[in-house]
């Protein structure tokens, strides 16, 4: 059986080749993400307008951002929060975790709920575009219905919210 090879080295993540018996299969490498559900308040939350440019399309999203080599998923999720949003939270809370796509990556998703948010300036990096959209818990659940939510970490961590919250 042939070895592993990497096939394609990224900025982000590397592709992959590997063997599933006779059939070679292309997989993303990925460190993983942590995923923030900001509560502005108990009735609202912080979404943001993030420029895609795999989609050439400006998405309401939560925010989020790659795990650092050898970084906690949580201290991830604090460190983006600030960076895209400028809120700190008091609290940072796992909610779940998910692999958003396993047939072709074996990225890992880390949702965290954050709280007891102050704001703080950004520290946006550079190219991003990126500005914050608070809306309310229930404008969120008709964003997702009515299709204005259309990112699928959103879309999971608002649903893993609304459904299991306590």
């Known amino acids: 059986m042939p070895q592993n090879e990497t096939v394609f080295k990224g900025v982000r993540f590397n592709v992959e080749r590997v063997w599933q018996g006779e059939r ?10 942590a995923v923030i559900l900001p509560l502005v308040d108990d009735n609202h939350v912080c979404l943001i307008k993030n420029y895609r440019i795999a989609v050439e399309q400006t998405l309401l999203e939560l925010p989020a951002g790659t795990l650092e080599p050898n970084e906690a998923p949580e201290i991830t999720a604090g460190r983006e929060l600030e960076e895209e949003t400028g809120y700190r939270a008091d609290k940072i809370q796992l909610l779940s975790t998910y692999y958003p796509s396993p047939g072709v990556m074996d990225e890992r998703m880390y949702t965290y709920l954050a709280t007891g948010l102050t704001m703080h300036a950004p520290a946006r990096e550079e190219g991003e575009e990126i500005e914050n959209h608070v809306v309310t818990l229930n404008e969120a659940k008709t964003m997702i219905q009515d299709g204005r ?15 299991f919250r306590t």
């Open 149 to 163: 939510i259309a990112d699928g970490k959103t879309i999971a961590g608002l649903l893993f919210y609304f459904q």
């Open 24 to 33: 070679p299969r292309d997989v993303m490498r990925h460190p993983g993400a």
